[in-house]
């Protein structure tokens, strides 16, 4: 389609991976009623299909994060612009993000949640790019392993645009595309978009 960038995880690939997900948190938390929080922005869209494969009375929250200028991702240390509505104490919460890279924004994070005494926390990633982890993580839900490129699509952007890709791009070429940034356009309309049909539920 272009040179650009190939794909990575099809958009059925993606589909089947989180209806997996989403059993596995059903049968994990059978009976109880998990917290799912999402960082903005990229998780929100994996988080939005999650829960519709999770078949428990789950709630979802969310939390904006800012880094603190320049070198801030060296560190992980975040400002947090929005945080949760609900109080996590005693909850059973689930972190879910699009992706985990170093690692440093997580581990930040969940220091902080640990704080509010939350009665359990796990972390859910749809991507792992596990080879450029900084500090150890348990993470116990994940996704696909990640290969350590750049990555565009279904919640992870360029300059924040084409977070709406139905599938996940390896850029090829980040030149290319910074150049022209709409070489990426195509594959806007290459997923499998189909009518609902009552015959054939959507979660295999
Ligand atoms: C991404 C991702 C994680 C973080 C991971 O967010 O959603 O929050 O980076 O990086 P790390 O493991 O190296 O700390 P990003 O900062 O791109 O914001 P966005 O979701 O709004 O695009």
């Known amino acids: 389609m272009t040179e650009a960038a190939t794909i990575l995880f099809e958009e059925r690939q993606i589909r089947r991976r989180v209806a997996e997900l989403g059993d596995a948190i059903t049968q994990d938390y059978a009976g109880r009623s998990p917290?799912?929080?999402?960082?903005?922005?990229?998780?929100?869209?994996?988080?939005?299909?999650?829960?519709?494969?999770?078949?428990?009375?789950?709630?979802?929250?969310?939390?904006?994060?800012?880094?603190?200028?320049?070198?801030?991702?060296?560190?992980?240390?975040?400002?947090?612009?929005?945080?949760?509505?609900?109080?996590?104490?005693?909850?059973?919460?689930v972190v879910v993000e699009?992706?985990?890279?170093?690692?440093?924004?997580?581990?930040?994070?969940?220091?902080?949640?640990?704080?509010?005494?939350?009665?359990?926390?796990?972390?859910?990633?749809?991507l792992d790019k596990s080879a450029r982890r900084i500090p150890p993580l348990e993470i116990r839900y994940r996704g696909f392993d990640c290969p350590d490129r750049f990555v565009v699509g279904y919640g992870l952007d360029h300059e924040e645009r084409f977070r709406n890709l139905p599938m996940i791009l390896a850029v090829e070429s980040q030149a290319k595309l910074a150049e022209d940034p709409s070489v990426l356009v195509p594959f806007l309309t290459a997923g499998d978009r189909q009518p609902p049909s009552p015959a054939a539920p959507d979660r295999a």
Request: aromatic share 4%; charged share 20%.
């Open 98 to 126: 699009d992706i985990i890279d170093t690692g440093l924004t997580l581990s930040y994070l969940l220091s902080t949640l640990v704080a509010r005494e939350p009665a359990s926390l796990a972390v859910c990633t749809l």
């Open 35 to 93: 917290v799912l929080i999402s960082v903005l922005k990229g998780g929100a869209i994996f988080l939005a299909d999650l829960i519709r494969c999770i078949d428990l009375p789950v709630r979802m929250d969310f939390m904006s994060i800012s880094s603190y200028g320049g070198g801030t991702k060296a560190s992980g240390v975040v400002r947090i612009l929005k945080d949760l509505d609900q109080d996590i104490g005693g909850e059973d919460v």
